[in-house]
């Protein structure tokens, strides 16, 4: 009676030790699955973020292209001699508007 | 009962098993299928979608002047690109896009449908309508930075500078010259896109190490600037055809300035007549006039002639065979010293039958007439000196002051600076270095000596000479600058008719060539104008623009006037102008 009373306790013991481990292994696999899921979409968006800052950075370098040269426009000389004769009313600089001063005559 | 329910359910059990491993080995099936037979394929067909193979190509070096200031330089402007596979309705995105960028829609319908993974749809848009179609958001359509050319100074050393074409490669001046040291490198590279066309790896658009090398002219943007503004206003007065204007340095042959008129705007160059994009200082030859006579006077001085020796200028009036030649006054008796200065061609004439063919075809070959200068630049005329066996009489009489032989600005202004330099012929130097993309130096074109034209005592004669030029008496006076001692000779000589025989009528090019300071001169320049109305004598129409040029770059430059060490400038309060 005691044997039969050991039997029938140890039997059911195996069968709930290998559904828990089945379980597991699910679980572990679909935990393995949702990260490797989790890890590919943030990768992705990694990327994304990149290219997107990566764009950002080309469009600005040529902004500031296009803003040197027209630096370059801006202070050329033509266009700095045009508003000062037109706008400012100034003349250029001749040799006449130099006064030369003998040193003997003090 | 309970017996057979247990049997049926087994059985049941047994077909769903059997169901489900023959659904696993189908699946096994299938993937292998797809794995190992059609890999190749669906990978290809992967990649067509999400990836596209492009060609980049690196930014064109810029063209600098001596002070590092940008006279080409290259900027991005949007260009619009289609994948064609992707568009689903062809006549209808062309008909959106062609009313925006106003271009002929059936043209861009044929493009859109085709089955290319590549196609343009227009280069070098404006940012507005770059902005209305990216609104548009259309799938297959995209937007990329096309490097253009800019010429941030615009008509400044346009014939020297040039201008690129369409695919940014050089077409004219020193953009086609140099077009391999400017062009940028290309690579190709592959790039992925999301299911959205999002590009995945944006940075390996990066170009900046392909970016082409740049190089650094010899050209002073302000001096160029000065010249062309004084040209412009000796053309305008003199309602001229056109002109030129070249400054040197003699002693080193740099040229700081090669200014045309008419000048065009590089930026737009399809709008301008293709006459005014040559770069006309070194292409085009004419006959020098009586600038020529200060080598006619080299060559009598080499020979051991004295600026002091008297020559009978025959009143006037000289037959050499059938042909007579004239002087604009009358003269007798004149030194060396006084032909140069009154400017006498019977006196030129007749140096040139004292010192004999030979002598003055010698000389003139010295200072580098009849062969070009090998400045570097496409399509440069070598003028025309014929060799002296083959001159007649009047060949040799008409050479000796400046008619019956060719010559470039760029070798008169080559040759003047010799006599400035004491007699040195120096190689002309537009290119001064090439650097990379990075600034580092890759090749630098130093000063050169070609050969000694004349000795230093001859120089030192003709120096004395060319300043009487433009004395009270001389014939280039309002070349004169107070405070500087100003060497110079004019020339005035008759145009060719257009038929090529004998020479037109009132039809003349007026030239003023010379340097300044007298003593160590730092800078030689020419002003050529071309058929003058009116006045057309080069004393008259080139002179002042020389005088303009001369002292406005003097004043840049901080050259002091030379006349009395102890004098002190002072600026008044107001001036002419």
Redesign the interface.
């Known amino acids: 009676m005691a044997a039969n009373t050991i039997k029938m306790m140890k039997s059911p013991i195996p069968k709930k030790s290998t559904g828990s481990l089945w379980l597991l292994i699910i679980f572990i696999l679909f935990a393995e699955l949702m990260v490797y899921t989790w890890i590919r979409t943030e990768s992705?968006q990694v990327?994304?973020r990149?290219?997107?800052a990566?764009?950002h950075l080309?469009?600005k370098r040529?902004y500031h292209?296009?803003l040197?040269?027209?630096m370059?426009?801006l202070k050329?000389?033509?266009r700095i001699?045009r508003i000062a004769r037109n706008r400012l009313n100034l003349?250029?600089?001749?040799?006449?508007?130099?006064?030369?001063?003998?040193?003997?005559d003090g | 009962m309970a017996g057979d329910f247990n049997i049926r359910i087994r059985r049941r059990i047994v077909v769903i098993q059997f169901l489900m491993v023959a659904s696993i080995l189908l699946l096994c099936c299938k993937s292998f299928d797809i794995q190992v037979f059609k890999a190749k394929e669906l990978s290809e067909k992967a990649e067509n979608d999400y990836s596209r193979n492009i060609t980049i190509k690196g930014e064109r070096g810029q063209i600098l002047d001596q002070n590092m200031n940008k006279l080409g330089a290259s900027i991005d402007a949007v260009s619009i690109t289609a994948c064609p596979a992707k568009i689903t309705d062809p006549g209808k995105t062309a008909r959106k896009i062609a009313g925006l960028l106003d271009i002929d829609p059936n043209k861009l319908k044929e493009t859109l449908s085709s089955k290319r993974m590549f196609a343009w749809v227009q280069r070098g848009v404006t940012p507005d309508q770059a902005e209305k179609i990216r609104e548009l958001n259309i799938p297959g359509i995209y937007f990329e930075n096309d490097p253009t050319r800019y010429y941030p100074n615009r008509s400044l050393a346009a014939q020297v500078i040039g201008f690129t074409g369409a695919d940014d490669s050089g077409l004219e001046g020193l953009e086609c010259r140099y077009n391999s040291v400017l062009e940028g490198r290309t690579r190709k590279i592959s790039l992925t896109r999301d299911g959205n066309g999002r590009i995945l790896d944006y940075e390996k658009k990066r170009s900046s190490e392909l970016k082409g090398d740049s190089i650094v002219l010899t050209l002073d943007k302000k001096i160029q600037f000065l010249s062309e503004q004084a040209l412009e206003q000796a053309v305008t007065n003199h309602q001229a055809r056109s002109g030129m204007a070249l400054v040197m340095r003699p002693g080193t042959g740099e040229l700081l300035a090669i200014a045309h008129y008419p000048e065009f705007n590089p930026n737009n160059y399809k709008v301008y007549n293709r006459e005014a994009y040559r770069n006309r200082a070194v292409t085009d030859a004419f006959e020098p006039g009586s600038a020529m006579k200060v080598f006619t006077a080299a060559a009598a001085l080499e020979k051991g002639v004295t600026p002091k020796t008297i020559i009978f200028c025959e009143k006037g009036t000289y037959r050499i065979g059938s042909f007579t030649i004239h002087d604009t006054h009358s003269y007798e008796w004149l030194t060396i010293s006084q032909i140069i200065q009154l400017s006498s061609n019977i006196g030129a004439a007749k140096i040139t039958e004292s010192i004999g063919d030979k002598t003055l075809y010698n000389c003139l070959s010295g200072f580098g007439f009849g062969s070009r200068t090998d400045i570097g630049i496409t399509g440069e005329t070598p003028g025309n000196l014929i060799p002296y066996r083959k001159w007649s009489k009047i060949d040799s009489g008409a050479i000796s002051f400046g008619q019956g032989i060719s010559a470039s600005a760029l070798q008169l202004i080559t040759g003047i600076s010799a006599i400035a330099n004491g007699g040195n012929l120096m190689k002309p130097l537009l290119v001064k270095k090439i650097i990379s993309n990075q600034g580092e130096l890759i090749q630098e074109y130093q000063p050169q000596v070609v050969r000694r034209a004349i000795s230093p005592g001859t120089a030192q004669e003709l120096k004395a000479m060319m300043n009487l030029v433009v004395s009270r008496e001389g014939t280039g006076t309002k070349a004169s600058i107070d405070g500087y001692q100003i060497c110079g000779k004019t020339g005035t000589a008759q145009k060719v008719s257009e038929g090529g025989r004998g020479y037109a009528k009132n039809k003349y090019t007026s030239v003023f060539a010379g340097f300044a300071p007298l003593e160590n001169p730092e800078l030689a320049i020419l002003v050529i104008v071309d058929e003058p109305q009116k006045q057309y004598y080069g004393g008259d129409v080139a002179a002042p623009a020389f005088k303009t040029i001369m002292a406005e770059s003097f004043n840049y430059l901080n050259i002091p006037p030379e006349k009395n060490n102890n004098m002190v400038a002072l600026a008044s309060e107001g001036g002419k102008n």
């Not at chain 1, 003349?91 to 003997?104: A, K, R």
């Open positions: 992705t990327l994304l990149i290219s997107k990566e764009e080309l469009e040529s292209k296009t040197l040269a027209e370059e426009w050329s000389d033509a001699t003349s250029t600089v001749t040799m006449e508007q130099t006064i030369y001063l003998s040193g003997e």
